[in-house]
């Protein structure tokens, strides 16, 4: 089945300095990549996905790119904000009834 | 609010003890999933129901059980946890128009489960 590895697990940045969280999967018929957003007390919340048709999808200051042939995607943040501080899942999953995997989770800290 | 509500939030509970977390969508969604969450460990997926038909059952332990009465409600039966089941016990519900794979997941805010 599907493995998906998320680095780094924590990372902090300087406030207004840009986060990159890296995610690899193993099968290659994955197809389907969104991205979560835990803040403390709340569940994950979907902040961005990306399908398999496209390389790259941006929303104001978060963007996923998709490398297919290496097996990995990416989320990046740009010009971090205290409240972008929380805790980010990458996910990836196959066509159909498969349910999604999720990464182990990365703890992003801006500090002010 | 994502329209997914679980109570309680929080539960402390002997291990002799039998308690039953419940989750409610509002949403109009057709699917239901039971996660959990430990630390420094990815979401783990117990179990997924569509249309109210259990479709994934993760070789999670008969200690928890299931229940879904319909496709806005879904429950969660505890009965003699051991203490590594302490977690955040998260519910989420998609609309399964394309498939469970391809869904966007809604989940609730959790309940934190503490097994003595």
């Known amino acids: 089945g599907e493995n998906v590895e998320q680095h780094p697990s924590t990372l902090s940045v300087q406030e207004g300095d840009s986060a990159v969280i890296k995610c690899t999967y193993s099968?290659?018929?994955?197809?389907?990549f969104p991205w979560y957003k835990q803040e403390l007390g709340k569940g994950p919340q979907l902040i961005i996905d990306?399908?398999?048709?496209?390389g790259e999808k941006k929303d104001q200051r978060i963007a996923v790119t998709l490398n297919k042939t290496a097996k990995h995607f990416s989320l990046h943040i740009t010009e971090t904000q205290p409240e972008d501080s929380a805790v980010y899942f990458c996910?990836?999953?196959?066509?159909?009834?498969?349910?999604?995997?999720f990464g182990k989770g990365t703890r992003l800290s801006v500090i002010a | 609010e994502t329209g997914v509500t679980q109570t309680p939030r929080h539960l402390v509970m002997g291990m002799t003890n039998k308690k039953s977390l419940k989750c409610e969508q509002h949403?109009?969604?057709?699917?239901m999933y039971w996660y959990k969450q430990s630390a420094k460990k990815p979401l783990e997926l117990m179990f997924v129901?569509?249309?109210?038909?259990?479709?994934e059952n993760n070789s999670v332990p008969s200690r928890f059980s299931p229940e879904c009465p319909n496709s806005s409600h879904l429950f969660l039966h505890l009965h003699t946890l051991q203490p590594e089941d302490s977690a955040l016990y998260l519910c989420?519900?998609?609309?399964?128009?394309?498939?469970?794979?391809?869904?966007?997941?809604?989940f609730g805010p959790g309940t934190r489960l503490t097994v003595l």
């Open positions: 996910a990836a999953s196959i066509r159909g009834n498969t349910p999604l995997v």
């Open positions: 099968d290659s018929a994955s197809n389907y």
């Open positions: 949403l109009g969604h057709n699917a």
């Open positions: 989420a519900s998609s609309q399964a128009s394309r498939g469970l794979g391809t869904d966007t997941q809604y």
């Open positions: 129901y569509n249309f109210k038909e259990q479709t």
């Open positions: 990306i399908r398999s048709n496209v």
